[in-house]
């Protein structure tokens, strides 16, 4: 069976896209068949592990076998991949089925759906790992898959440089996790996670010598693990690909860009707590970028005008809330945090894809609005949505994020506190660019000039089906397992999954505190209706008056304009100097051009003696037999 | 074992070679030359396999050999492989079939011309990864310029004879250095015999002269930085086979003297340059992955990346840890299989409109989308992909260079970043995006044979990705040997010095 969950999606990938000849109708049939049935077993599998605790762990075959460096393709199933699997190949399902009908007049369907059965075969292929080779496939294999994806309308210029952009940040957080799988290797002789995690309390002390200078190796392994999870995850400095990876269909944007790829660096953490735990500095570091990260990805969200692009920066700024979570040691938190973020957000971002339908792909929210009558069934899956993302009383969202806030409060230590304020103010802004984003949508003025009101129509039921399921986990996902994830019973579920090393402070912060976020979140409804819809001119006044602040916020704070600057046009011109002036105007020329020069000279010289006149022979001789002579003598 | 299957394998070609010489010309038997050569090299291939299964993975030492008095009491005509030669020798046998497929629709001109000089260099290549003598060693390492340089020179594009002898000066520099180096080594042991050199080990105070010697002349090889202008210009130049078979065997020839000669022969030596073969490799690693993204001539592009990627074979090789040699070797027969099949990519499309300029194509896709497909898998595999060969040997490498250096580690963990870069801009601007030119709309999608050679390649790439077994084991134990007579060799000298 767990063979299967693996397997089936990459077959049914390979036969999906041979299987073109056979008919769209067919690649598509087979794809979401093989990913459903994945998904099934997967929930199998998951109730299993928490009804009987039957977990395992199987090796497929050995694929690297070099001296010590011994690593296998395996399967290991624990709590912790058992939430992932579920995770994965349920969202990866509805979104295989939405995408028969948001695709339906593409002629590159059975790619696209091959694409994505592939990408849900990478990222089980990352989560089921026992060691960090094969997560090193899975999480270059995500990528791959991301960037083909991406780039997928392969026309437009836009989505290739997109998916180029992609894959070379998320290629400078592997970089990191490359390194700090080096490093565990070089220090542990192992790279199975079991062996590796054992072997941490007795090198904590451990430090290295980098330039002279003495770097702890337990904090220097988790600081390059936790770049590769901030590539992936797109957390600050590292996040500039995500927002651009939305040139990619929107399927693909809940698939990989919400629910699953993004969050593998959580996972990373989370998986990895048995080293992270033994690391101060870098749990700090991992609270700090998380802590930016959510609130300036919410921050920017306030201002963008594509729907897609504020649900992106909406999911930048949540991963923000999963990874400080996991910085303040609150590991099972976060993954709560994951698994009904995958709900709410996956259905968002389908959501957008069902306006973005109706609009004839237009995505930009001023073109839209006042259209919550003709798209009644969007819209209400949309607002359920949007309520379990900001955190509104009793849906998803609200036991995760408001359980993340106090676990950071109740730490009492000043980076808890920082994170608990930032969670706080960031769940604020978070609710303003929500609602912003349903009353420019939905409410207000119809105002698209291209399209008249009538001909915006509700999606198909292929679409809207799927859309079903993501509101009920959205809705009950939170309720139902919060008391398993995060409750009473997270002991007897997460086993030896997740590693605390202090036992966790189950005490609560005072009830104020508690009524705190949900009165912010709720009272941030009416706000933003009064100055979205009913008042606008407050808001027109206020960015006249702040504009500076507003280009700040619209440009996303000049990130990419800065790494524009310093990174890629320094290495396009280094490329050129070498080769110009490096490799044309100094090897060559004083190498082979050089020497080739030189002989020439010399022989031109030469010839000048080989005249045919008896006298410059005669000379020559006479010098000749001198320096003999000379030679003789000094001897 | 009493029938000489090496030989056989190394003269092989060579006889074919003679039999198309016989031909008459004319276009009739252009044909046949083309099914003889085939044939012959096929027959070649079926017989290293052969080979392949009688090899013993776990017997030490060298297998097959064959030693025959050639100069009495002088040169002995020594042949010999072990786990490590074999996989090079596999090699040479797969891309020398390929390249005369490949002939079939680019080479034009003196067909019968080319495929000799093919087979006369598969036959030299061969005998350079299976020669146990130094003389015999340098023979076939020099004589393989002869035909590398016609390939180029005779067939190549406008350039070709710049580029020529650009490739010819640059190698020549560095062997007549090797061989007063072979010379100097017959004066100092009396032999030529490499086991029997192994074992009476060069006394300490000249090794590091001959390491020198030896290394000018694998450097050039390799080729190392600086000295790797000539690979450019002569991939640019050269027709697509002769681009195939260098990147993919004669560039390799560098790595395996590397392995065979300076650290088999010169242990002391070899322990006293790492810093030099580090820095080299390193600035190599990054500089030219730096230049390979400013390209604009897809080959010049692919070129420079292959002087990246045997960067990091150098920095493999000069860890001395299993990991760095297991990457090492394989990374070379990674590569091998990976440049041969980004250079046929590469004139795949050259034959059908004549440029290799980046700028000239863009929205290939649109109209072969077969070949586009293929092309992307190469791409992926150059920029070292889990799940393709490119990967396991640069991660292996890697591995070995962090438990010696961690700056060196981590400045060329960087040049994987920079691969992904240059790669991914080539098949953006190639393959993805407008269409430029009218050109690009009236190109054909590959044919038959063209793609059975490229489909080749591509499940060696993924099969060998996922399973490499097949390939480390066959050189473990040869590797451990390798690693244990350096280590004992170190303690012998070191004695010795005091």
Known sequence: MEYAVLFLPLLGSIIGYFGKRLGNFFSELATCFFV??????????????????????????????SGSFVANWSIKI???????????????????????????????????????????????????????????????????????????????????????????????????????????????????????????????????????????????????????????????????????????PTPVSALIHAATMVTAGVFLIVRCSPIFEYSEIALNVITIVGGITAIFAASVALVQNDIKRIIAYSTCSQLGYMFFAAGVGAYHIAMFHLFTHAFFKALLFLGSGSVIHAFKDDQDIRNMGGVWRQLPYTWFLMLVGTLALTGFPFLSGFYSKDAIIEFAYSKHSLIGNF????????????????????????????????????????????????????????????????????????????????????????????????????ILVVSAIPISYYIF??????????????????????????????????????????????????????IDRFGPNGISKIVKLISNKAVQFQSGYIYDYAFVMLIGLSLLITFLILN | MNFPILSSIIFLPLLGAIFIFLFKDDKENNKSAVYVSLFTSLANLILCLFLWSLFDRDFS???????????????????????????????????APICIISCINSVKERVKEFLIAILILETFMIGVFSSLDLVIFYLFFEAGLIPMFLIIGVWGGPRRVYSAFKFFLYTLLGSVLMLVAIITIYWLTGTTDLVEIYKIRIPKEYQHILWLAFFSSFAVKMP??????????????????????????????????????????????????????????????????????????????????????????????????????????????SHGLISAALFLSVGVLYDRTHSRLINFYGGVVNYIPKYSLIFIIFALAALGLPGTTGFLGEFLILIGV????????????????????????????????????????????????????????????????FYPDPLLDTMNVSVNDLLDNYQKDLIHHLKAGK
């Open chain 2, 61 to 95: 030492g060298f297998q097959f050999v064959e030693e025959k008095n050639w100069i009495s009491g002088l040169i002995k005509f020594k042949l010999g492989i072990d786990g490590i030669s074999i996989l090079f020798i596999i090699l040479t046998a797969l891309i």
């Open chain 2, 224 to 333: 190392m930085w600086p000295v790797h202008t000539w690979l450019p210009d002569a991939h640019v130049e050269a027709p697509t086979a002769g681009s195939v078979i260098l990147a993919a065997i004669l560039l390799k020839m560098g790595g395996y003297g590397f392995l065979r000669f300076s650290i088999g022969m010169f242990p002391v030596a070899s322990e006293y340059f790492v810093p030099l073969i580090y820095f080299l490799s390193v600035v190599a690693i990054i500089y030219t992955s730096l230049v390979a993204l400013m390209q604009e001539d897809m080959k010049k592009l692919i070129a420079y990346s292959s002087v990246a990627h045997m960067g990091y074979v150098t920095l493999g090789i000069f860890t001395f840890t299993k990991q760095g040699l297991d990457g090492s070797i394989y990374q070379m027969i």
């Open chain 1, 533 to 586: 819809i009913s008042n606008r001119k407050i808001l027109d006044k206020f960015t006249e008056n702040n504009k500076l602040l507003y280009n700040f916020l619209l440009n996303k704070w000049y990130i990419d304009q800065i790494y524009e600057f310093i990174f890629v046009i320094p290495i396009k011109k280094m490329g050129l100097f070498f080769w110009k002036k490096g490799d044309e105007n100094t």
């Open chain 1, 78 to 248: 624990d709590p912790l991949s058992s939430i992932m699997l579920v995770v994965v190949t349920l969202v990866s399902s509805l979104v295989h089925i939405y995408s028969i009908g948001y695709m339906k007049h593409d002629p590159h369907k059975p790619r696209f759906m091959s694409y994505l059965s592939l990408f849900t075969f990478s990222m089980l292929a990352l989560v089921v790992s026992d060691n960090f080779l094969q997560l090193f496939f899975g999480w270059e294999g995500v990528g791959l898959c991301s960037y083909l994806l991406i780039g997928f309308w392969y026309k437009r210029n836009s989505a290739n440089n997109a998916a180029i952009k992609a894959f070379i940040v998320n290629r400078v957080g592997d970089f990191g996790l490359a390194v700090g799988i080096f490093l565990i290797f070089y220090h542990f002789g192992t790279i199975n996670y079991d062996e590796v995690f054992q072997l941490v309390p007795q090198i904590t002390n451990k430090e290295i010598n980098f330039l002279s200078f003495e770097i702890n190796l337990i904090t220097a392994i988790c600081l390059f693990l936790f770049i590769g999870a901030m590539g992936k995850s797109a957390q600050f400095l590292l996040h500039t690909w995500l927002p651009d990876a939305m040139e990619g």
């Open chain 2, 402 to 465: 962090f438990k010696k250096n961690y700056l060196i580690g981590l400045l060329a963990t960087i040049g994987v970043v920079l691969a992904a870069a240059y790669m991914l801009w080539l098949s953006k601007r190639v393959i993805f995006g407008d269409v430029k030119n009218q050109e690009i709309k009236a190109l054909k999608d590959i044919n038959f044979l063209e793609g059975t050679i490229l489909s080749v390649l591509v499940i060696f790439i993924i099969v060998f990705g």
């Open chain 1, 419 to 518: 994170a608990a304020y930032i969670g706080i103010f960031t769940a604020f802004l978070t609710a303003i660019y929500s609602w912003r984003l349903m009353f420019k949508t939905f409410h207000g003025k119809y105002m698209n000039k291209n399209l008249s009101l009538k001909e915006t129509h509700e999606s198909p039921l292929v679409m809207l089906i799927p859309l079903a399921f993501l509101a009920l986990g959205a809705i009950f996902s939170g309720y139902i397992f919060k008391d398993l994830f995060i409750g009473s019973e997270n002991k007897n579920f997460w086993e030896s999954s997740i590693f605390f090393l202090q036992e966790i402070n189950y005490e609560h912060p005072p009830l104020w505190f508690l009524l705190f976020t949900p």
């Open chain 1, 36 to 65: 459903c049935a994945s998904g099934i077993l997967s929930i199998i599998i998951f109730y299993n592990g928490v009804k009987t605790g039957n977990y395992g762990n199987y090796k497929i075959f050995e694929w690297v076998n």
